[in-house]
């Protein structure tokens, strides 16, 4: 009995060092293999005015306007071009800059950008934001898919065509701005998403419907073939990659939302472009690879301060038409 | 039949019957319903259970059904601290099996219906009976509240009493039980007031999804102290039972009664406060500072007498300190709910204190979904250490002995801190690595969890095995504790009658003069 005590704490250890000692990748580590999915990221999607079920307990709300919302996320490599075209411009600079994280300040290398601020209300919780230079995406960090060779921007071809990540509300809001756009709202956002339908009774939990498969969208743990090489956090996929398509052997699920969007759940969590003035956080939708089922959701809620960014955090504009 | 018979009334009439029946419950509850989640998910359990069992998940409901599912498991526990509370603390016979009785028809209705309601389809009468279920519960609190009266003269102490007292006798733990079934009354209100609002402008929400709403409504803020405090009353329930259990006594006994009053009054107007002030964290402060030190006392003490106790038994005279060491840790059953309280500074109290000391820092400038998970983990684990004392103590009623005691104490204290301090790396993991490197400790934090959980629950499985396979024995355990309770509720009851003998004699005697 003793022998097979010992015998059994011995394979655990064994088995707890094979696994805690195997490489693991992180997100910045590994290069992916490229792959088109075909799917236009320079595409757009016309969402009619009307009403629609928003938030979990499905409210009724009305949009009243027409508006436009990008059909993909925008990817690294139009990031790029932007980042290119508002050097040129001289709307951004490059450079050490000074960011906020609460009560502490650090000096980042990135690239910056000037913003307006906002009125600051003195609420316990608020965030102030003064006017001034505000990072867009720090260089040298692991996790950026683009580099800096002090000229122009390049992105790394095989992510070129993967959601922009590593890119703040700031950065976010002036690319939108930068070609006239802007960051859909919270409402516009989840419109687009789940549409205006009912099945019995609900609104559709996600963009494609009511249930979810593990290769509807890249979340925690669904086993889609980056995740065979990052490992069980897996990595962002290319936008529109859950087309119905099948890559190396890996079959996706047609996962559009009613209007036509990809990656509406999973992948990245997408910035909107809401300022609730008594804290000023910005609002993320949509889930990411690192977050489970339940937060791909189309009513789930994540928040952070503008400044923050992240590998699994992107956006997508809006526009009037 | 007769053996069926006997082996039913000591399921349903006796303490450790109605412990075990309701641990029963909960474990039964817990392999099912921890299938739906975490590693499961990924492996596909879940899916199996949903086909195999019919259950009807629509995604929206999930937070509906999540709060079910607390509802009924924090039923069947409160239900399991009753039975302890009634069966150590002195009250007469008729009320024990009153309390026992109106407790277990409520957890049971409000476990069967809640979960059938939750899970099953959406019918409104398994809604209703769940809410009878509750009644029920709550009902038997009155009871109990009833009975634990500390006024109450035969439960006076004696001036000499090493026990807490007030020098008109009143016992101070009976008052400290009672003020904790009071409060409980109290904050079970406030959530059930609130519940009634449900689907007439209150939502079902997680308290977690909430924290970063700035402006709360006055029954999300009713909630949430409710939530908070109902957990901290079934902590504070605990530690009184562990420190009868440990015959808690002397100057520390009759310091921490006091504490105990007094801070589960103060937590509690805390805790529920919350709706009408923004600053009532600073009394939550207050009362949990008091509670605590009462818990450091009864943690000093129940390790000196350990200590004291093993030292005696082997006849050592002037013990070293290793030898000290050697007897504080030769029991782990009892060792181990002073040892979990102390852990759970490091995985509960530390990580709360820390979190409100650098909130704006530090945990504001992560994303919500961070600080949701920080929440989240600190109080799964506050929930799973309460889980892992009352197996400790009924572990001991059990009369686990010799190296079935041991093994089943250490691994139970080793396994269960190894999840809980991997889920509070786990949770905490922003301080340590970013976001782009977090890789290898969420395998290693996720691996260590599932590990340490598992094992617990496989040594859980295996004494409720135990547990069954002496049921079926004809004169097993079970016999021998209801033979047991038996006759210590006859001698009591004589006692009872004998008291009411002397009253009445005395009655007469009144008249007649």
């Known amino acids: 009995m003793k022998r097979l005590i010992h015998l059994m704490i011995l394979l655990t250890v064994l088995a707890l060092l094979t696994t805690a000692c195997t490489p693991t990748s992180s997100v910045g580590a590994i290069v992916p293999p490229s792959i088109d999915t075909g799917i236009d990221p320079d595409s757009w999607a016309v969402i009619p005015a009307g009403e629609f079920p928003y938030g979990q307990h499905d409210h009724m709300t009305m949009v009243d306007y027409d508006y436009e919302i990008m059909v993909t996320d925008v990817t690294n490599q139009q990031y790029a071009d932007f980042l290119n075209e508002a050097l040129a411009a001289g709307e951004i600079g490059v450079g050490e800059v000074e960011v906020e994280f609460g009560e502490s300040v650090a000096v980042l290398e990135g690239v910056y950008g000037f913003y307006a601020g906002e009125p600051f209300q003195g609420y316990k919780h608020e965030f102030e934001i003064k006017a001034g230079d505000k990072l867009y995406i720090p260089l040298d960090e692991e996790g950026l898919r683009l580099t800096f060779n002090g000229q122009s921007f390049t992105a790394i071809p095989e992510y070129a065509n993967h959601p922009m990540t590593m890119v703040s509300w700031f950065g976010a809001n002036a690319y939108a701005e930068f070609y006239g756009w802007r960051l859909p709202s919270d409402t516009e956002w989840e419109k687009a998403a789940r549409g205006t339908k009912l099945v019995d009774g609900y609104g559709l939990p996600f963009p494609w419907g009511t249930e979810i498969h593990g290769n509807n969208a890249n979340s925690y743990s669904s086993f889609d073939l980056f995740e065979k090489m990052f490992g069980k956090l897996g990595n962002t996929t290319p936008v529109g990659f859950y087309n119905g398509d099948t890559y190396e052997d890996y ?29 000023h956080y910005r609002h993320m939708r949509g889930g990411s690879f690192y977050t489970y089922e339940m937060d791909l959701r189309v009513w789930k809620q994540n928040s952070a301060g503008p400044v923050y960014y992240g590998p699994a955090v992107g956006f997508r504009c809006a526009r009037n038409p | 039949m007769q053996g069926l018979k006997k082996r039913l009334t000591y399921l349903f009439t006796s303490t450790k019957g109605l412990a075990l029946v309701a641990m029963a419950v909960v474990a039964v509850a817990t392999a099912v319903w921890g299938t739906l989640s975490g590693p499961m998910v990924e492996w596909g359990v879940r899916d199996i259970t949903v086909r195999l069992l019919n259950m009807d998940l629509v995604q929206a409901e999930r937070e509906g059904r999540i709060i079910m599912l607390y509802h009924t498991i924090a039923m069947t526990i409160l239900a399991i601290e009753v039975y302890f509370i009634t069966g150590m603390v002195p009250m007469k016979k008729h009320e024990q099996t009153m309390i026992n009785t109106t407790i277990t028809i409520g957890y049971l209705t409000a476990i069967i219906f809640g979960l059938i309601f939750g899970y099953f389809g959406h019918n409104f009468v398994y809604h209703g009976l769940f809410l009878v279920g509750q009644s029920l519960v709550f009902f038997a609190g009155l009871l109990l509240g009833a009975a634990l009266w500390p006024w109450k003269k035969e439960y006076l102490l004696p001036e000499d009493s090493p026990y807490a007292h007030t020098r008109k006798g009143i016992d101070l733990e009976r008052a400290a039980f009672f003020v904790m079934v009071a409060a409980a009354l109290i904050s079970a209100s406030f959530g059930a007031v609130t519940g009634s ?27 949430v102290g409710h939530l908070h405090i109902m957990l901290t009353l079934i902590a504070v329930a605990l530690t009184l ?33 919350i ?23 009864y943690v000093i003490f129940s390790w000196d007498q350990q200590i004291k106790n093993r030292i005696a038994e082997l006849g050592i005279e002037k013990p070293n300190a290793w030898q000290k060491i050697k007897a504080l840790l030769h029991d782990p059953l009892k060792f181990g709910p002073g040892w979990q309280m102390v852990f759970m500074n490091f995985t509960v109290s530390g990580v709360g204190i820390f979190l409100a000391v650098k909130l704006e820092e530090i945990f504001r400038v992560w994303p919500h979904r961070e600080e949701r998970v920080t929440l989240t983990g600190h109080w799964h684990i506050l929930a799973a250490l309460i889980a892992t004392i009352i197996l400790m103590y009924f572990a001991d009623l059990s ?31 922003r301080l340590f690595v970013t976001e782009v490197a977090q890789q ?55 006692a009872e009658q004998k008291r009411k003998l002397e009253k009445l004699e005395e009655t007469l005697k009144g008249v007649s003069e």
């Open chain 2, 275 to 297: 709706v009408w002030f923004t600053w009532a964290h600073n009394i939550i402060y207050i009362g949990s500072v008091l509670v605590m030190t009462a818990a450091l006392l």
């Open chain 2, 440 to 494: 290898s400790i969420v395998n290693w934090t996720m691996l260590l969890t599932d590990i340490g959980l598992g094992v617990v629950l496989i040594i859980l499985c295996v004494f409720m095995l135990w547990r069954l396979y002496d049921l079926l024995t004809r004169n097993g355990r079970w016999a021998q504790e209801l033979a047991a309770e038996t006759k210590l509720s006859a001698e009591s009851e004589i």
């Open chain 2, 399 to 429: 009369g686990l002995k010799g190296k079935a005691r041991k093994w089943f104490g250490w691994v139970l204290i080793l396994m269960s801190d190894l999840a809980f301090g991997a889920v509070t790396i786990f949770s905490m993991k």
């Open chain 2, 197 to 223: 609002y449900w689907g007439n402008g209150h939502e079902t929400f997680l308290a977690e999804d909430l924290i970063r709403i700035p402006l709360k409504t006055a029954l999300q803020k009713a909630i």
């Open chain 1, 251 to 279: 079959e996706t699920l047609d996962s559009a939302s009613p209007y036509g969007l990809y990656d509406m759940a999973g992948n990245v969590w997408q910035w909107v472009g809401d300022d609730f003035s008594n804290q």
């Open chain 2, 241 to 273: 039972i562990v420190g009868r259990w440990m015959k808690f006594k002397g100057i520390f006994h009759k310091i921490a009664m006091w504490l105990m009053i007094s801070g589960t009054i103060v937590i509690t107007i805390g805790a529920l406060s």
